[in-house]
């Protein structure tokens, strides 16, 4: 997850803006999209004028510019998802497409607003599909209500021809001289000695192991999510024996995949990812109530704010919908509550969650209803 998140939880210079908003796929609601964007620049161009002191006209006008130019990229506009992210520092812009709605907010601070973005793509019902055929290499990327399709890396093949190329394997053959006439002349005479089922096999498997590690390389790693194969049932053996991608989960979807709709890609990869979703977060809650008793654990804000600072945080759960308006101070520790309606206060829960990501430690966002808590944390302690 660290590594998901490293440049934007990086240390910079503020102000750091953070814009969230809802958007619509489909026109001509879709229409809306650039009118809810305008209107978080505007506030957060608001927000920037209370700080004069901090930003002349001509840094003020420097750091809006990325957002003012995508404002009005009209191609932006038309290739929505369901919700945005935004980030703008003055040396960074970042801007993430996402498959879930967020809440609309413009957050001016001292670092980026990362819970939203970390609820949606650190929830462990997340998981991606390889639609493999030989004509064919798809990836998606969804969860339990959606599934899109991903641009594949420029390093990933889409088809055999294009992993092998040149190199398709030729036909195996034998050549043996033939005597024939009085003067003992010789022919050559060609003998096949591999079949056309060898070739397919062997360049199957080429394929299938070029796929395998440009797919790791270039998606799995960074993404760290469950892969789904789905693949005709002659394919799946021969993939598995070739594969190294730890993500690739052992059940898989059976069948030609280009002859499944998007749809059917996704119920039958959440069919598969459900019980693992339930399973982790019954170990997650488990595992908060056996260390609380050994008081290795604490939903206490001001106690996990320390525990935090002191890198003793292993592993911290936030309710997904809670919101604790105020700041952690990250030398102290200490909780200062603030206005939600003011555009310069964060969450003490995303605060929180974006330093124990700092020190190394693993963060989840719960569903409300499953969290063992009702402060919106829960803390579990390396010691």
Known sequence: MLQQFSTVLAERAGPCLSLYLPTERRFPERKQNSVRFRNRVREAEQSLSTRAAALTDAQRKALMAPLHELEANDLFWHHTQDGLVVFRAPDFFKVYKLQRTVAERTIVAASFHVKPLLRVLQSPDRFEVLAL?????????????????VELDAHVPVSLEAALGDELTEPHSAVRSVTSGANGGGT??????????????????????????????????????????????????????????????NEAIVGNPDAF?????????????????????ENLVSDYSTHLTRGLASDDLSAVALATIGGRVKALLVDADRVVPGTVDRESGRI????????????????????????????????????????????????
Do not use: C
């Open 133 to 149: 055929t030989r004509e064919h290499v798809r990836l998606f990327h969804g969860d339990r209500d959606r599934l899109d399709e």
């Open 188 to 249: 050559a005479v060609h003998y096949g000695t591999g079949s056309r089922h060898d070739e397919v096999d062997k360049d199957t498997e080429r394929f299938f192991r070029v796929v395998d590690r440009a797919i790791y390389e270039h998606h799995s790693k960074s993404s760290a999510l469950p892969l789904v194969l789905a693949a005709l049932p002659e394919y799946h053996a021969q993939f598995r024996e070739t594969s190294h991608n730890p993500q690739l989960v």
């Open 261 to 281: 709709s998007v749809d059917d890609l996704r119920e039958k990869a959440w069919a598969i990812v459900q019980p693992k979703f339930a399973a982790r977060l």
């Open 336 to 383: 200062t509550l603030g206005n939600l309606a003011d555009a310069h206060t964060d969450d003490v829960i995303d605060d929180l969650a974006e330093l124990a990501i700092r020190q190394g430690g693993e963060v989840v966002v719960v569903p409300h209803d499953r969290m063992p808590s009702l402060t919106g944390v829960a803390a579990v302690y390396r010691f």
